[in-house]
């Protein structure tokens, strides 16, 4: 079993990224993929645990991007796989993203704070040292002081881009991620494309626009896609060339997402490896 999708504290999952690589060992997964948002912060510990739990750990990140449309942009996460960390172009819209997902935290607890009884320090104190501040993480202080039950109730009722405390941040155009994904021997693979749940979500011709930017792949298999969603991301995906991969998305205690509940085979993973410049780490 193979998972190509999950979330640490390094960006905002609940488990450190070593809890992760062993949970995975324990659902079972023969191979787990770490991509934290917009970070690569976990990776040396995922990879050590990795070798103690005796299985195979992906090194990749999950880039927070945009596609520009006439009536403002659409959010598209790309989960780049296998890159070199160190890349200047891909690392550079990394750290404008993160420092930018800082400064827009700050103004949505200012926002938040007209209303309800949080500080900044709630929110520091909810994140990780280091770590990819989002929403989340908000909404874990919201927990936190019992404004809220759960991040379902927070994203549900305060923390939604058409809520009055919303405030976006910096994401490269999709297009230019893709090409930095690919200039740092990166596979970029499109995360929950058809996720309309979460908010607007890309065209098949966008898809195609992007295919031939460099994207490589689908992730077809999400628990955010109905059936009907799935069929057809998968036949999008094969008539693109394009790799389809399934993933959980695993965020920890934070969302209802449990690892391996969504797989990837392994020619998709195969693929995978063989477009991308890092090794997978294998015990
Ligand atoms: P941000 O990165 O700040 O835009 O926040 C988006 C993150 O919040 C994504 O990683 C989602 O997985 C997470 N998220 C979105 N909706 C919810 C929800 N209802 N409950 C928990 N987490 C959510
Ligand atoms: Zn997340
Ligand atoms: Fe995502
Ligand atoms: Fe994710």
Redesign the pocket.
């Known amino acids: 079993m193979i998972d190509l999708h999950t ?1 640490s504290s390094a960006s ?1 999952g609940t488990d450190a990224p070593g809890r992760v690589v062993e949970l995975a060992a324990e659902a079972g997964l023969r191979v787990v993929a770490l991509t934290d ?1 917009d970070t690569t912060a976990g990776w040396d510990e995922a990879a050590a645990a990795a070798v103690r739990s005796g299985i195979s750990l992906v090194r990749g990140a999950e880039v ?1 991007t945009r596609v520009a449309m006439p009536d403002g942009g659409i ?1 598209v996460h790309v989960l780049s796989y296998l890159h070199d960390p160190t890349h200047p172009a891909l690392l550079e819209e990394l750290e404008r993203t993160r420092t930018s ?1 800082l400064t827009r935290a700050r103004r949505m607890t200012e926002r938040l704070a007209e209303d309800f009884p949080i500080t900044w320090a709630d929110v520091v104190a909810s994140t990780g040292d280091g770590a990819t501040v ?3 993480h908000l ?1 874990d202080a919201l927990v936190a002081l019992g404004v809220v039950a759960s ?2 109730e927070a ?2 009722a305060m923390l939604h881009p058409g809520a009055p405390y919303y405030v976006p ?1 910096y994401a490269p155009d999709a297009v230019t991620a893709i090409r930095a994904i690919r200039a740092a021997g990166g596979v970029p693979v499109m995360a929950h494309p058809g996720a309309g749940a ?1 908010g607007r979500v890309v065209t098949a011709e966008t898809i195609e626009e992007l295919a031939g930017a460099g994207l490589a792949g689908l992730e077809v298999d999400h628990r955010d896609h109905p059936p009907e969603t799935r069929a057809r991301l998968r036949d999008l995906a094969e008539a693109l060339n394009l790799v389809a991969t399934g993933s959980s ?1 695993y ?1 920890g205690t ?2 209802l997402n449990r690892l391996a509940e969504n797989t990837t085979t392994p020619e998709a993973l195969a693929a995978i490896e063989e477009q991308g410049l890092l090794d997978v780490v294998r015990p």
């Open positions: 979330h905002d948002h927070s959010s997902r989002g929403r989340p909404a991040r379902d994203f549900a941040h979460r998305d965020h934070g969302k």
